[in-house]
């Protein structure tokens, strides 16, 4: 049975289009007290239940129930629950209200009495409580006022935002203008470490620099040229070097990298003002002031034995990392050294075109470069450990070492010449630990029954320059007496006579007795040449 149906059954019992019934007499002795009603619809009056008696709970017929539907002006029942909210007891001075009081009170759901005192609770309950409209208008304030808050706050926090993207926008604008904070991927990660050892700097006699802008006022670059000058790209548009190749000695070619105008100035300054004032082992003869091959060479003339090894790729074995930690253990800080060590290493590149454009590819990490004035003093001051540990092992076995650039030397007399395998052997150990390479085509062993030179230059009794060198420039030289020194040119040297007289010089530094000697048939060409 459906609600509605329920409903009608209380009120009356009928059924839409069926005449009135007679309601049936209750046998509850409540029921005994109400009488029976005509069936004769009545006319509709407004009561309250202050007026009502025991006839106004009789049952309803369909006919007054529409009725009064019609005198409303919309179906009695088409919404039950329309006329209040359920946490409110409606008012007796509702028809429908007083329509269903009545169903209750004529099925014996309720007593009047009851009824009248609900009705009275209702009353004093909406006279407690605040009305409708102004509970709902105060939440709705509360809503907008919350909604006004939180956009206040919104909006504040934008503004705030807005005032930090300023200010760091503002203040990265004036890092790149004072400052160094990025200088490329893979190569940047000392630059926000700016503590330098002053004491062990000032205790050297080097510059006291500690962050890029001291630098950059040292080397009077501004920031914006130092970072171009040092910024590392794998892909570049622009390089800061010339390339060009040379030929070996030994065969192949030699590529050799001439920096451009300012980073040959940058490079210049380093040298004079930092690595020239660093001291290096006494044992290094190479691109150190007052010494060369010659004195190289005289470390070991008139030796049992000479060992000849060489280091493979030298300057291309002294990377990035071991330059900025030259620098860092000079007591510069990470911030300084990475940037010195930028200006001084680069990557050796293949140049391609692509779309129009050219671009310097980096095959290879950054290295020492041959060509810029740093490498050659750098070298050195890496080679030092290296320098080091021969030095004790050639002492402690009566050896004598010595290293020019890349060529190390070892040579004995004596009992002291058995122990060929093992300086040979540890020598392969420390070459390795210290992350060089030996070239083993350029090892040699040479006993006194043969001619020994060192770094070009013969041992074996005295220096001396080769027969085969002092025999060619005599046969030049007597040439050129007949057909003049152009004549002579056979290897198609562009300045044939600056290198003749270059080889005099060479000679007569190495063996100043036959160096003159040829001085005098040059003297004796006068216009011939």
């Known amino acids: 049975m459906g609600l509605l149906s329920f409903i009608r059954r209380l009120l009356g019992r009928d059924q839409p289009g069926q005449p009135p019934a007679h309601p049936r007499p209750s046998t509850s002795p409540r029921h005994n007290t109400v009488p029976q009603v005509s069936a004769?619809?009545?006319?509709?009056?407004k009561k309250t239940l202050a007026q009502l008696d025991s006839d106004v709970f009789a049952g309803i017929s369909t006919a007054e129930t529409k009725k009064q539907a019609k005198a409303m002006g919309r179906p009695l029942w088409s919404n039950l629950f329309a006329f209040g909210r359920q946490s409110v007891i409606p008012p007796a001075t509702d028809e429908r209200t007083l329509m269903i009081d009545r169903a209750m009170v004529g099925e014996g759901l309720i007593t009047p009495e009851e009824l009248a005192e609900i009705h009275e609770i209702g009353l004093k309950m909406e006279e407690l409580r605040p009305s409708y409209d102004?509970?709902?208008?105060?939440?709705?304030?509360?809503?907008n006022a919350d909604k006004a808050a939180k956009a206040e706050l919104k909006r504040q926090k934008k503004a705030e935002s807005a005032a930090r993207r300023a200010e760091r926008e503002a203040a990265i604008v004036q890092r790149r203008a004072t400052d160094i904070i990025f200088l490329g991927r893979g190569v940047s990660g000392g630059l926000a470490d700016r503590r330098s050892h002053v004491e062990k700097l000032q205790e050297a006699k080097?510059?006291?620099?500690?962050?890029?802008?001291?630098?950059?006022?040292?080397?009077?670059?501004?920031?914006?040229?130092?970072?171009?000058?040092?910024?590392?790209?794998?892909?570049?548009?622009?390089?800061?070097?010339?390339?060009?190749?040379i030929p070996k000695k030994?065969?192949?070619?030699?590529?050799?990298?001439?920096?451009?105008?300012?980073?040959?100035?940058?490079q210049r300054w380093i040298l004079q003002n930092i690595l020239e004032r660093v001291p290096v082992s006494g044992v290094a003869h190479g691109f150190v002031r007052e010494r060369g091959t010659l004195t190289n060479a005289r470390s070991h003339t008139g030796k049992d034995v000479v060992l000849n090894a060489d280091l493979k790729d030298f300057?291309?074995?002294?990377?990035?990392?071991?330059?900025?930690?030259?620098?860092?253990?000079?007591?510069?800080?990470?911030?300084?050294?990475?940037?010195?060590?930028?200006?001084?290493?680069?990557?050796?590149?293949?140049?391609?075109?692509?779309?129009?454009?050219?671009?310097?590819?980096?095959?290879?990490p950054r290295a020492l470069p041959q060509g810029a004035c740093t490498s050659p003093a750098l070298s050195n001051l890496?080679?030092?450990?290296?320098?080091?540990?021969?030095?004790?092992?050639?002492?402690?076995?009566?050896?004598?070492?010595?290293?020019?650039?890349?060529?190390?030397?070892?040579?004995?007399?004596?009992?002291?010449?058995?122990?060929?395998?093992?300086?040979?052997?540890?020598?392969?150990?420390?070459?390795?630990?210290?992350?060089f390479e030996v070239n083993e085509?350029?090892?040699?062993?040479?006993?006194?029954?043969?001619?020994?030179?060192?770094?070009?230059?013969?041992?074996?009794?005295?220096?001396n320059v080769d027969r085969k060198t002092r025999r060619r420039l005599r046969a030049i030289l007597h040439q050129a007496q007949k057909t003049g020194i152009a004549a002579q040119n056979r290897i198609g040297h562009d300045n044939f006579a600056g290198w003749v007289s270059g080889m005099l010089g060479y000679v007569k530094m190495i063996n100043p007795q036959q160096g003159m000697k040829l001085f005098k048939a040059w003297d004796l060409l006068g216009g011939q040449k």
């Not at 620099?209 to 794998?234: D, G, Q, S």
């Not at 004790?392 to 004598?400: F, N, Q, Y």
């Open 250 to 266: 030994s065969g192949g070619m030699r590529e050799i990298s001439t920096p451009h105008a300012d980073l040959a100035r940058a």
């Open 206 to 245: 080097l510059p006291v620099l500690a962050t890029p802008a001291e630098l950059a006022a040292a080397l009077e670059l501004p920031i914006k040229r130092l970072r171009w000058l040092a910024f590392h790209a794998e892909v570049a548009v622009v390089t800061h070097y010339i390339r060009f190749q």
């Open 441 to 463: 085509a350029k090892t040699r062993i040479q006993r006194r029954n043969a001619q020994q030179s060192v770094t070009g230059v013969v041992v074996n009794d005295r220096c």
């Open 315 to 364: 300057f291309p074995s002294i990377t990035f990392p071991r330059v900025r930690g030259i620098f860092q253990q000079l007591g510069y800080s990470p911030a300084v050294s990475t940037v010195l060590a930028l200006l001084c290493t680069e990557c050796p590149r293949r140049t391609v075109s692509y779309d129009g454009q050219t671009f310097h590819v980096a095959t290879g």
């Open 134 to 143: 102004g509970v709902r208008h105060q939440g709705q304030a509360a809503v």
């Open 382 to 435: 890496c080679a030092r450990k290296l320098d080091l540990r021969f030095a004790a092992l050639a002492a402690r076995h009566g050896w004598t070492y010595t290293r020019y650039a890349d060529d190390l030397t070892f040579s004995a007399r004596g009992e002291s010449a058995k122990a060929t395998a093992l300086i040979l052997s540890r020598l392969h150990n420390i070459v390795k630990d210290e992350h």
């Open 40 to 45: 004769t619809p009545q006319p509709v009056k």
